[in-house]
């Protein structure tokens, strides 16, 4: 290499960039120049470069940089060389590179990846229009897609890419590269030098700080390749030549053995450097089989700058800019081959990166990054697997990675298990570094030929289920026994996490390409391998006996049976392949079956608290293993491993080995004494263990995920599942759909949606909360398809199941499908069809086993154990279901089997479930009678507990034999009832009719002994069988569960009304005989079974008590040996059984009726009693017990002719017939009796209820009218009601009071600051939110807020201060707004409610210290009380005018201004008054309350009077902006409590203290009272005083109005409002004369005409001003807004009203508020003049509607005032005038504008415009992006939500934009999450999102992308609630922002 110090190179560095550039261009264009060297490049460029490039100097060294650009370009400048370049791109892909957090798309219409993506540009020209697609936040990084015909389809490509982009493009210019090419192989050196220099540091910070140094180099590449495929292919050609690389390398290598510069020695210690860091670079020990292949040797070798490229980004743990450089070239096809071929080489060592690096999140993202990009493409991942053996590359990666992490497997037993598991505590796991790895083997095997080419390897396979073995059984759960576990691992959900991610993903993807008989083969390789490595598993754990323990121990982790399992099913549903072929031998399958049924038991336990001292963990792994992501994958998997085992292997044998792991076959003993104990089990989960084991069984002979169901079957399955336990929006449903790992969305999905649901569109409720719209199950649903088994096995809470069967039960109840007071059991459906490769799995329940399991519930349930309902209707479906598939029995002649062949002989052990029955017929079982059962002896039984006796000492005398006597002095309880006169009349039925239930009798068979002639029972036999009929099954489980008979007493007399038992009703005369448990007294219950309440009988209930000395047990000595066996006497069969059961759940004797079953009944479905059942298509399930048990002994009756008359039989035997005669009867007289008891209970339930509303009435009842009433007195009513005191009711003390001086009563309000009125405008639309540039911009001078602040401007340059202050209103902007709830309280009970929150520490969102609490009554925020005055309602008070004449009225006004009491008495009334103006100016903020520096009287009563003022003009805007009925919105936005009179009141006070000026005179100049007889009409205006034709009309009104007296007689108030109209009507007057064109108002003077008198017509009123200002510079400039080619006058009037109304609306409101008079009613805007100056009285006569105008209206006392006073008026403000005619014209011109009611921003119907423009859109303030976009609701404002970068005076942006445009409110719509957040003075919340999809949910944070709609309802309701300042009420989630927002 030559020297750096060549004197040529200087010469062209002399020459300059601009001329060096273009020499180098000469030399490098010229193919005979003979300075060319041995790399291509001229010999002058390379001394030039040897300058500018030498190691030395700073790689981002500018000028360096600049030389290189200036070089490329050959003579241009380097802008016209990069758009010359870019005239030639004819680039196909788009290829941009984006980094994490960028906005991108992905279509799946068009995407034939799922990785596919697209940036924004290439999206928006693409035709998506109807498409799936969303929008989403990129997490790790990507690259656009677009004209990549491998990834998408050619339709969605945009019109810049895709193959037809490249068509008729120009070729470039030879020479316009060639210095590119000859210098980019220079500049890439340098940049492989410089990380070579800095990779000696070992910190990741120092790596992240050099690539930050070298970051302006970087991205002049990155620019080079931004100039399009011509530049890129330039770079390209460079990084993947090799011998360019090795020219440069060489060279560098051969130097340095010389050593004969510095260069050359640099050169020398940077591959030194080079050659160590590839050394160091760990790579995983591979095969002895793959050490030749070239991406696993030991030692790289790299032959390109690309491939060296790629080492230093490994090495560099894959830096962003590194990463997006590599990327960003893709779009070159020959490079992107290149890059996956160097990064394959490199993948091995990756993951040694991932497993050491300390941010593995950050890196793992990096690698994906790239890789997602690589193998999406099948041809080149396919060329990868096949060149470089990828797949092998990465099994033996991860294989590697987990190898460093194993520990000893704890199954079984831990000294004789050799297995090895990874360690789920270790970093790899809990931080997921395997990810990337999964993720590109996911990536690759979703290609096709690369799953075939995975699975017809052998070694890969193996090696792969090697991998696999490694989490099998890892994290071993040991249940604690004894105390809580200490500490709680965490680890679990690295243990599913991993299992879903690295064993389920790739089975799916692999699974997904079998398809077809074609693929058998493979499958059939894959379940070789697995079982293999199953085999080895169990020997390497020991498991070599299904009988090894492990009931203290559970791993939910199997991958090796899962896969077994998802493969067979494949092979079997899909390739043909018959199930028996592919099974492993009985005793292996045997083996398999144990371990995931070990889960599904732990799973069981788990729910049943079994291991609660284990702690939250482990609930969360049974979970975590049914929930959706995971159940397919996991406990679909094992059921259908369960199943397969079921169907193959011997049914006694199955259901054995599920009756001893479930710990339920100690529950079967009859032993009732000392039942055996399982030593796995505390007393209290035995049953809900039989449960679960039941559960369990008919969930395997139900469930056919796996077994048939179709996958849209499945769809609709899943989808009811879900609906079922509660209704859920569109994005829920998607999410909790099963999904088969990785795999396409469910395609069936909308179809199955509308089959079976119904869509409820959100509704707005009234309280202001927003719902979204949600799926409900159809009717179809309950009735067809609702499957309670399925929801059990899917309900990851159990409170989920119980929802479900709660929304059933309302269903049925709703539609009649089920008697009143019933209970439906759970509508187990019937399984659907098995495929024809399988058995049926219900063939596991043709077992004797199963059948003696099914008689001992069944006997459990009818004798009174613990058997919950739950437990008979699964045992039910699960007998039904054996019938259902019971074979065809032969004839029997013997209806009743019984033991013949072995006779006494055959003896019948307890718990020896297979030894029951002879066989395994069920037509035969069913019938067969179990005599007695032979108990099994233990070693210290006691023989005195063979025999018990009841004693009952000194309670009651002796009994009879039959227990049915019935004396004057007690009544014995028995079932079934009798009819029992209440007279007692009727005897009871002899003992045989209804025989008891026997005990166990002596000689080791149980039996009840009498004793000293208390009771007395025979022994049963056979043929003497009964029905005990109650069962305490849903009560706890006494401590000895002994059958026996209680016997209870009433005292003599009493009715079933009369006395009580412990609170409770006395014992009805009805007998009833329940079973009992010693211990237990009984007590009346009014129900126990749903069948009782219908018939009206009355039950009893068993309550646990002490034992009674007087009532106890005694043990009785046994009358033989103990050696003799002790037995259990059953005398029941199945069949019995269940028609015993079926009476006991009716209520009724002999219940089942076959027949009825079959007739038509009423809109029941199943009752309790009936059983009756509508005809159906199919057969309902919906019924109670009775109803279930009907058809399954109508189904027993139909399987055999034999078992059809063994239940006529059994029923005749249990219940002998009665006659019908009178059975009838005795049904009549129930009938009747239950009526008059529904009757008399009927009369009863209404009388308590009146009672109690009676009382609730007088006590608590709130007066909605306080505060208004009673004010209407008439001159007729009496002089008591007259002096009548309004009282109100304290919500607090809850006493009824008048309000007074010394004990004032408040009214609860809230005051706040508010903007609204600020921002109305005159145009009547909406703004329109700028979404593109060319949009107009929001002004902001154009409000009214914006027009008062000029006005007050202008006023104050040209009057004095106090005359302005007079004049005009404040409060648009910061005004106080003051509502009420309505509810009144003794200020002194507030003030002890305020010190009680003070005292409490737990009101987080309440300000105490500010006055702020809640109304003790409605819980709505306050933080203030209006006192009410003494005078309000007080009709007494009322100051009458005497039908005085107009005069004399305005001088008595006059005469009230001078006598304004300024000094009030001083009062506690007073002081509270002071108290609430304090509240009302510290609500506000202090540069809106004071419009001037110094505070005075005249700036505190403009605000006094503003506050009035806020309060009316917030009223007219919340009535729509006018009184117009038409104009009402759909929500009132009124208060539906005003306090506008008491806040008067408090106004008033203030308003006249604050007045020391002579406000009479004000009234005088108004009226036109002459002050002196002698002195002039004319009063002289005082120097810079406001004319009053430039004073606020509606001010004056109010002030004049809070300065009289309130309780002032509406005549006196009428005449103020005339008055002031007449100044308003001259207003409007002049400001439309000004108005008016020269050649109008000349029009004008020609034709009019001087009236004598008042003007009673526009005309004449205009023709007076006009003429009076005719001569006056007033009009020498006036607009000509309002020419027109014809003057016409009725044009004007409409204007003239129109500006009127704003002063008319705001009186009409003082006198309804005041006076209570009803407003108008008026229906339209035209007819609204009119209406209110009638009803101000300002016109009181009648006259045709073409007479009527506006000056009609005004009112003088008389003609001459009529003249005068109007003429007053006009010298001030001629005057003025005069003195400045310019300020005069500013401000008439203006006075009165009709303003529109405020509204909030009209916004796009799309949410992406706004996204679209404003996610990257710069904070004019600080002019960066924002974290956090918002944008202001009220002007469009952007704004850095919780970002410093805007604070002023420690103040955020948000919080400080709220006070200055909402007063203290602001509503911000936040770019980034569509929310809305709304702030409200110190406090802030989420308000909910104005966009919705087309499924009307949110979508917060973007996180699905989908396209969003403005929903019109949400943004109506938040302007409503911002018009209606209601946010304080409507939203409950505030939290202090503490002006950080």
């Known amino acids: 290499m030559a020297s750096t110090s060549n004197t040529s190179a200087q010469v062209l560095i002399n020459k300059g960039k601009r001329g060096a550039a273009a020499y180098i261009h000469a030399e490098c264009s010229n193919p005979t120049n003979s300075n060319i060297s041995s790399s291509g490049s001229p010999t002058y460029l390379n001394e030039l470069l040897d300058i500018l490039l030498i190691p030395s100097k700073a790689i981002d060294d500018w000028e360096t940089i600049d030389w290189c650009k200036w070089l490329m370009a050959g003579g241009r400048t380097p802008d016209e060389f990069t758009n010359t370049v870019r005239i030639y791109d004819n680039a196909t892909t788009c290829g941009l590179v984006w980094t994490p957090n960028f906005v991108a798309y992905r279509c799946r219409t068009c995407g034939i990846s799922p990785c596919m993506s697209l940036c924004t540009e290439c999206f928006k020209k693409g035709n998506h229009h109807r498409h799936d697609f969303n929008m989403f936040l990129s997490q790790a990084g990507g690259a656009c897609d677009c004209g990549d015909t491998s990834v998408m389809k050619e339709t969605g490509f945009c019109d810049k890419h895709g193959p037809k982009a490249a068509v008729n493009k120009v070729a470039a210019p030879s020479d316009l590269m060639c210095v590119a090419e000859a210098i980019m192989p220079r500049i890439i050196l340098r940049l492989i030098q410089y990380l070579r220099d800095n990779c000696k540091v070992k910190a990741p910070d120092d790596y992240r700080l050099a690539i930050q140094d070298a970051d302006a180099y970087l991205t002049m590449l990155l620019d080079l390749n931004n100039m399009g495929a011509l530049m890129r292919h330039v770079i390209t050609s460079a990084l993947t030549n090799p011998q360019k690389y090795r020219n440069l390398m060489d060279a560098a290598a051969a130097s340095s053995s010389s050593g004969q510069s510095e260069y050359d020695n640099y050169c020398h210690n940077s591959n030194e450097i080079y050659q160590d860091a590839v050394k160091s670079l760990p790579n995983p020990e591979p095969p002895d089989e793959y050490k030749e292949c070239a991406s696993l040797q030991e030692h790289l070798k790299?032959?390109?700058?690309?491939?060296?490229?790629?080492?230093?980004?490994?090495?560099?743990?894959?830096?962003?800019?590194?990463?997006?450089?590599?990327?960003?070239?893709?779009?070159?096809?020959?490079?992107?081959?290149?890059?996956?071929?160097?990064?394959?080489?490199?993948?091995?060592?990756?993951?040694?990166?991932?497993?050491?690096?300390?941010?593995?999140?950050?890196?793992?993202?990096?690698?994906?990054?790239?890789?997602?990009?690589?193998?999406?493409?099948?041809?080149?991942?396919?060329?990868?697997?096949?060149?470089?053996?990828?797949?092998?590359?990465?099994?033996?990666?991860?294989?590697?990675?987990?190898?460093?992490?194993?520990?000893?497997?704890?199954?079984?037993?831990?000294?004789?298990?050799?297995?090895?598991?990874?360690?789920?505590?270790?970093?790899?796991?809990?931080?997921?570094?395997?990810?990337?790895?999964?993720?590109?083997?996911?990536?690759?095997?979703?290609?096709?030929?690369?799953?075939?080419?995975?699975?017809?390897?052998?070694?890969?396979?193996?090696?792969?289920?090697?991998?696999?073995?490694?989490?099998?059984?890892?994290?071993?759960?040991?249940?604690?026994?004894?105390?809580?576990?200490?500490?709680?691992?965490?680890?679990?959900?690295?243990?599913f996490s991993a299992e879903l991610e690295a064993s389920a993903y790739p089975m799916w993807a692999l699974v997904s390409h079998l398809r077809g008989p074609e693929n058998l083969v493979l499958s059939r390789r894959v379940l070789t391998v697995c079982l293999t490595a199953l085999q080895d598993w169990l020997d390497a754990i020991n498991y070599t006996h299904p009988n090894v323990s492990d009931s203290l121990q559970v791993s939910f982790h199997l991958p090796l049976h899962r896969y077994f399992a998802v493969f067979m099913c494949q092979a079997v549903q899909q390739q043909g392949a018959v199930l028996h072929d592919l099974l492993p031998p009985t005793d292996m399958l045997h083996l398999i079956m144990m371990h995931p049924l070990r889960v599904q038991v732990a799973?069981?336990?788990?729910?049943?608290?079994?291991?609660?001292?284990?702690?939250?963990?482990?609930?969360?792994?049974?979970?975590?293993?049914?929930?959706?992501?995971?159940?397919?994958?996991?406990?679909?998997?094992?059921?259908?491993?369960?199943?397969?085992?079921?169907?193959?292997?011997?049914?006694?044998?199955?259901?054995?080995?599920?009756?001893?792991?479930?710990?339920?076959?100690?529950?079967?003993?009859?032993?009732?004494?000392?039942?055996?104990?399982?030593?796995?089990?505390?007393?209290?989960?035995?049953?809900?263990?039989?449960?679960?084991?039941?559960?369990?069984?008919?969930?395997?002979?139900?469930?056919?995920?796996?077994?048939?169901?179709?996958?849209?079957?499945?769809?609709?399955?899943?989808?009811?599942?879900?609906?079922?336990?509660?209704?859920?929006?569109?994005?829920?449903?998607?999410?909790?759909?099963?999904?088969?790992?990785?795999?396409?969305?469910?395609?069936?999905?909308?179809?199955?949606?509308?089959?079976?649901?119904?869509?409820?569109?959100?509704?707005?409720?009234a309280s202001g909360n927003m719902q979204q719209g949600m799926y409900g199950p159809k009717a179809r649903v309950w009735d067809e398809l609702f499957d309670p088994l399925h929801v059990l096995l899917r309900a990851v809470h159990r409170t989920d199941f119980q929802v479900s069967m709660d929304r059933f039960t309302e269903y049925v109840k709703q539609t009649g499908q089920l008697k009143s007071g019933a209970t439906p059991w759970p509508p187990f459906r019937h399984p659907a069809p098995v495929s024809s490769d399988y058995d049926d799995p219900r063939l596991v329940l043709r077992s004797r086993v199963f059948h003696a399991m099914i008689l001992i519930v069944l006997y459990k349930s009818v004798n009174g154990h613990n058997v919950s309902e739950h437990i008979m209707a699964l045992t039910i479906y699960l007998l039904e279901m054996a019938v259902m598939t019971a074979e065809v029995p032969e004839k029997s002649a013997n209806p009743v089997c019984r033991y013949s062949g072995g006779g006494a002989s055959h003896v019948i052990k307890d718990m020896d479930l297979a030894g029951w029955y002879e066989g395994d017929s069920l037509s035969a079982n069913l019938r067969t009678i179990i005599p007695r059962v032979t108990l099994v002896q233990e070693p210290e039984s006691n023989s005195s507990d063979s025999e018990f006796e009841w004693e009952i000492h000194d309670s009651v005398t002796d009994l009879s034999t039959s227990l049915m006597l019935h004396d004057e002095r007690h009544e014995v309880l028995a079932l079934p009832p009798l009819d029992i006169t209440e007279d007692n009349e009727e005897a009871a039925p002899p003992m045989d009719q209804y025989p008891l239930q026997a005990l166990p009798s002596t000689g080791g068979e149980y039996s009840m002994v009498p004793e000293d002639g208390i009771v007395a029972l025979a022994s049963r036999t056979n043929s003497d069988d009964d029905l005990v009929p109650t069962s305490p099954r849903a009560l706890p489980q006494s401590t000895d569960e002994i059958m026996t008979?209680?016997?209870?007493?009433?005292?003599?007399?009493?009715?079933?009304?009369?006395?009580?038992?412990?609170?409770?009703?006395?014992?009805?005369?009805?007998?009833?005989?329940?079973?009992?448990?010693?211990?237990?007294?009984?007590?009346?219950?009014?129900?126990?079974?749903?069948?009782?309440?219908?018939?009206?009988?009355?039950?009893?209930?068993?309550?646990?008590?002490?034992?009674?000395?007087?009532?106890?047990?005694?043990?009785?000595?046994?009358?033989?040996?103990?050696?003799?066996?002790?037995?259990?006497?059953?005398?029941?069969?199945?069949?019995?059984?269940?028609?015993?059961?079926?009476?006991?759940?009716?209520?009724?004797?002999?219940?089942?009726?076959?027949?009825?079953?079959?007739?038509?009944?009423?809109?029941?479905?199943?009752?309790?009693?009936?059983?009756?059942?509508?005809?159906?298509?199919?057969?309902?399930?919906?019924?109670?017990?009775?109803?279930?048990?009907?058809?399954?002994l109508n189904k027993i009756g139909n399987l055999d002719p034999v078992c059809k008359e063994n239940i006529t039989e059994t029923r005749n035997r249990l219940w002998p017939r009665m006659h019908e005669d009178e059975q009838c009867e005795k049904e009549n007289r129930e009938r009747e009796e239950r009526r008059r008891r529904a009757k008399e209970r009927q009369e009863k339930v209404l009388a308590d209820f009146?009672?109690?509303?009676?009382?609730?009435?007088?006590?608590?009842?709130?007066?909605?009218?306080?505060?208004?009433?009673?004010?209407?007195?008439?001159?007729?009513?009496?002089?008591?009601?007259?002096?009548?005191?309004?009282?109100?009711?304290?919500?607090?003390?809850?006493?009824?009071?008048?309000?007074?001086?010394?004990?004032?009563?408040?009214?609860?309000?809230?005051?706040?600051?508010?903007?609204?009125?600020?921002?109305?405008?005159?145009?009547?639309?909406?703004?329109?939110?700028?979404?593109?540039?060319?949009?107009?911009?929001?002004?902001?001078?154009?409000?009214?807020?914006?027009?008062?602040?000029?006005?007050?401007?202008?006023?104050?340059?040209?009057?004095?201060?106090?005359?302005?202050?007079?004049?005009?209103?404040?409060?648009?902007?910061?005004?106080?707004?003051?509502?009420?709830?309505?509810?009144?309280?003794?200020?002194?009970?507030?003030?002890?409610?305020?010190?009680?929150?003070?005292?409490?520490?737990?009101?987080?969102?309440?300000?105490?210290?500010?006055?702020?609490?809640?109304?003790?009554?409605?819980?709505?925020?306050?933080?203030?009380?209006?006192?009410?005055?003494?005078?309000?309602?007080?009709?007494?008070?009322?100051?009458?005018?005497?039908?005085?004449?107009?005069?004399?009225?305005?001088?008595?006004?006059?005469?009230?201004?001078?006598?304004?009491?300024?000094?009030?008495?001083?009062?506690?009334?007073?002081?509270?008054?002071?108290?609430?103006?304090?509240?009302?100016?510290?609500?506000?903020?202090?540069?809106?309350?004071?419009?001037?520096?110094?505070?005075?009287?005249?700036?505190?009563?403009?605000?006094?009077?503003?506050?009035?003022?806020?309060?009316?003009?917030?009223?007219?805007?919340?009535?729509?902006?006018?009184?117009?009925?038409?104009?009402?919105?759909?929500?009132?936005?009124?208060?539906?409590?005003?306090?506008?009179?008491?806040?008067?009141?408090?106004?008033?006070?203030?308003?006249?203290?604050?007045?020391?000026?002579?406000?009479?005179?004000?009234?005088?100049?108004?009226?036109?009272?002459?002050?002196?007889?002698?002195?002039?009409?004319?009063?002289?205006?005082?120097?810079?005083?406001?004319?009053?034709?430039?004073?606020?009309?509606?001010?004056?009104?109010?002030?004049?109005?809070?300065?009289?007296?309130?309780?002032?007689?509406?005549?006196?108030?009428?005449?103020?409002?005339?008055?002031?109209?007449?100044?308003?009507?001259?207003?409007?007057?002049?400001?439309?004369?000004?108005?008016?064109?020269?050649?109008?108002?000349?029009?004008?003077?020609?034709r009019g005409r001087a009236c004598q008198g008042a003007p009673t017509t526009l005309e004449e009123a205009l023709y007076s001003v006009v003429s009076y200002f005719?001569?006056?510079?007033?009009?020498?400039?006036?607009?000509?807004?309002?020419?027109?080619?014809?003057?016409?006058?009725?044009?004007?009037?409409?204007?003239?009203?129109?500006?009127?109304?704003?002063?008319?609306?705001?009186?009409?409101?003082?006198?309804?508020?005041?006076?209570?008079?009803?407003?108008?009613?008026?229906?339209?805007?035209?007819?609204?003049?009119?209406?209110?100056?009638?009803?101000?009285?300002?016109?009181?006569?009648?006259?045709?509607?073409?007479?009527?105008?506006?000056?009609?209206?005004?009112?003088?006392?008389?003609?001459?005032?009529?003249?005068?006073?109007?003429?007053?008026?006009?010298?001030?403000?001629?005057?003025?005038?005069?003195?400045?005619?310019?300020?005069?014209?500013?401000?008439?011109?203006?006075?009165?504008?009709?303003?529109?009611?405020?509204?909030?921003?009209?916004?796009?119907?799309?949410?992406?415009?706004?996204?679209?423009?404003?996610?990257?859109?710069?904070?004019?303030?600080?002019?960066?992006?924002?974290?956090?976009?918002?944008?202001?609701?009220?002007?469009?404002?952007?704004?850095?939500?919780?970002?410093?970068?805007?604070?002023?005076?420690?103040?955020?942006?948000?919080?400080?934009?709220?006070?200055?445009?909402?007063?203290?409110?602001?509503?911000?719509?936040?770019?980034?999450?569509?929310?809305?957040?709304?702030?409200?003075?110190?406090?802030?919340?989420?308000?909910?999102?104005?966009?919705?999809?087309?499924?009307?949910?949110?979508?917060?944070?973007?996180?699905r992308g989908k396209p969003l709609y403005l929903s019109q309802d949400r943004y109506q309701l938040l302007e409503q609630q911002w018009i209606a300042h209601r946010f304080d009420h409507t939203k409950k989630t505030w939290v202090w922002h503490r002006d950080a927002l």
């Open 1045 to 1192: 008979v209680a016997v209870a007493l009433s005292e003599p007399g009493l009715t079933p009304d009369d006395g009580a038992i412990g609170g409770q009703a006395a014992l009805p005369p009805t007998p009833l005989r329940p079973a009992v448990m010693p211990g237990n007294d009984i007590v009346s219950t009014p129900m126990m079974y749903s069948g009782l309440s219908i018939r009206g009988v009355t039950s009893t209930e068993i309550v646990p008590s002490t034992l009674n000395p007087h009532n106890h047990f005694k043990r009785k000595e046994p009358q033989s040996g103990s050696s003799q066996p002790q037995t259990v006497k059953v005398g029941e069969s199945i069949i019995s059984l269940l028609l015993r059961l079926h009476s006991q759940l009716s209520g009724v004797p002999d219940s089942y009726n076959p027949e009825q079953l079959n007739q038509t009944t009423d809109n029941e479905a199943g009752s309790s009693s009936s059983s009756s059942a509508r005809i159906h298509p199919r057969e309902s399930r919906i019924g109670d017990g009775p109803f279930f048990i009907s058809q399954l």
């Open 302 to 495: 790299h032959s390109t700058f690309l491939e060296e490229l790629v080492f230093w980004t490994v090495a560099y743990e894959f830096p962003q800019k590194l990463v997006c450089l590599l990327l960003n070239m893709l779009p070159d096809p020959d490079y992107k081959e290149a890059l996956t071929r160097a990064f394959v080489l490199h993948y091995s060592r990756i993951s040694m990166m991932l497993e050491r690096s300390q941010d593995p999140d950050t890196l793992s993202n990096r690698v994906v990054h790239i890789s997602v990009q690589l193998f999406s493409n099948e041809k080149l991942a396919l060329r990868m697997v096949d060149q470089l053996k990828l797949l092998h590359v990465m099994v033996i990666s991860l294989k590697y990675m987990m190898s460093k992490i194993l520990i000893q497997n704890t199954l079984h037993d831990p000294d004789k298990n050799f297995h090895y598991v990874v360690d789920c505590g270790r970093q790899v796991m809990k931080e997921h570094c395997y990810w990337p790895l999964v993720s590109d083997l996911n990536n690759v095997l979703s290609h096709k030929p690369v799953a075939v080419r995975f699975m017809s390897d052998d070694s890969l396979l193996e090696m792969w289920f090697d991998f696999l073995s490694m989490f099998q059984g890892m994290n071993v759960n040991q249940r604690e026994m004894n105390e809580h576990v200490e500490f709680e691992p965490n680890t679990y959900y690295a243990a």
């Open 1250 to 1646: 009146l009672d109690q509303q009676k009382k609730f009435m007088e006590t608590n009842m709130e007066t909605d009218e306080a505060g208004v009433s009673n004010m209407d007195c008439s001159e007729q009513e009496e002089p008591t009601k007259l002096a009548s005191k309004k009282e109100y009711d304290c919500v607090i003390c809850n006493q009824t009071t008048a309000s007074s001086e010394d004990k004032p009563m408040g009214l609860v309000v809230l005051v706040q600051a508010t903007s609204v009125i600020s921002h109305e405008r005159q145009q009547p639309e909406r703004l329109v939110l700028p979404t593109s540039d060319e949009d107009p911009p929001i002004s902001k001078s154009n409000t009214r807020s914006a027009h008062f602040e000029q006005r007050i401007s202008e006023m104050n340059r040209d009057f004095d201060t106090p005359s302005w202050l007079l004049s005009v209103n404040i409060g648009w902007e910061g005004g106080v707004h003051v509502q009420t709830c309505g509810h009144h309280l003794h200020l002194d009970c507030l003030k002890s409610y305020l010190e009680s929150l003070r005292s409490q520490h737990r009101q987080q969102n309440l300000a105490v210290d500010r006055g702020e609490y809640f109304c003790p009554l409605c819980r709505q925020l306050a933080n203030s009380v209006l006192p009410l005055s003494p005078q309000l309602g007080e009709c007494a008070a009322v100051v009458r005018s005497r039908h005085a004449s107009p005069m004399a009225i305005l001088t008595e006004l006059n005469s009230f201004l001078k006598e304004i009491q300024r000094n009030p008495i001083s009062s506690n009334l007073a002081v509270a008054m002071g108290k609430a103006m304090e509240d009302m100016t510290s609500s506000t903020y202090l540069r809106y309350n004071q419009r001037n520096a110094t505070p005075s009287h005249q700036s505190l009563f403009l605000f006094v009077t503003s506050v009035a003022r806020t309060n009316f003009e917030i009223e007219l805007v919340q009535r729509g902006g006018s009184l117009c009925t038409a104009s009402a919105v759909s929500v009132p936005l009124t208060p539906k409590r005003d306090c506008i009179v008491a806040l008067l009141h408090v106004l008033a006070m203030h308003a006249r203290v604050l007045t020391n000026w002579p406000v009479w005179q004000t009234w005088q100049q108004l009226s036109g009272l002459l002050p002196e007889p002698a002195a002039p009409l004319a009063l002289t205006l005082i120097e810079n005083e406001v004319p009053l034709l430039l004073r606020d009309p509606t001010a004056l009104l109010i002030q004049f109005v809070l300065l009289l007296p309130l309780h002032l007689d509406q005549t006196y108030f009428s005449s103020v409002v005339k008055v002031v109209y007449n100044l308003l009507y001259y207003q409007v007057i002049i400001q439309i004369s000004y108005n008016l064109s020269h050649v109008d108002r000349s029009t004008l003077l020609r």
């Open 1670 to 1903: 005719s001569n006056t510079e007033l009009y020498q400039r006036g607009s000509t807004l309002m020419h027109s080619a014809r003057f016409n006058i009725q044009l004007l009037e409409p204007q003239v009203q129109k500006l009127c109304l704003p002063f008319l609306r705001v009186a009409a409101l003082l006198r309804y508020h005041l006076y209570e008079q009803p407003l108008p009613v008026v229906r339209t805007p035209q007819t609204e003049f009119v209406r209110l100056v009638y009803y101000l009285e300002l016109v009181t006569e009648g006259m045709d509607w073409e007479c009527f105008n506006s000056a009609v209206a005004l009112n003088w006392q008389d003609s001459d005032a009529s003249m005068a006073v109007p003429r007053l008026w006009l010298d001030q403000f001629n005057a003025f005038v005069n003195r400045s005619v310019d300020s005069a014209r500013s401000l008439i011109t203006t006075q009165h504008i009709y303003w529109q009611v405020p509204k909030l921003l009209n916004l796009p119907r799309e949410y992406e415009k706004i996204f679209t423009y404003y996610h990257e859109r710069q904070c004019r303030q600080c002019h960066s992006v924002p974290q956090e976009t918002s944008i202001c609701l009220l002007c469009g404002t952007i704004v850095c939500l919780k970002q410093n970068c805007c604070k002023q005076q420690n103040v955020c942006e948000a919080v400080k934009h709220s006070v200055d445009c909402g007063g203290g409110t602001g509503i911000y719509l936040v770019v980034t999450s569509t929310y809305v957040i709304v702030i409200r003075g110190k406090r802030a919340c989420l308000w909910g999102s104005l966009y919705l999809d087309e499924f009307d949910e949110e979508d917060r944070d973007l996180k």
């Open 603 to 765: 799973s069981y336990e788990i729910h049943n608290k079994l291991w609660v001292r284990n702690g939250v963990q482990i609930r969360g792994q049974a979970m975590t293993y049914i929930q959706c992501n995971f159940c397919n994958s996991m406990v679909d998997a094992d059921v259908y491993l369960l199943q397969i085992c079921a169907i193959k292997l011997q049914p006694e044998v199955f259901l054995k080995t599920v009756i001893d792991k479930f710990h339920v076959r100690e529950w079967m003993s009859l032993n009732v004494y000392h039942p055996p104990q399982n030593e796995y089990l505390e007393g209290e989960h035995d049953t809900p263990m039989l449960e679960s084991c039941l559960t369990f069984l008919a969930t395997l002979v139900s469930v056919r995920t796996n077994l048939g169901l179709s996958d849209p079957e499945l769809s609709c399955l899943e989808m009811v599942t879900l609906l079922c336990i509660g209704d859920k929006t569109h994005s829920q449903l998607m999410e909790l759909m099963p999904e088969r790992c990785g795999t396409t969305a469910n395609r069936e999905f909308e179809t199955v949606l509308a089959e079976v649901a119904q869509y409820r569109a959100p509704s707005l409720e």
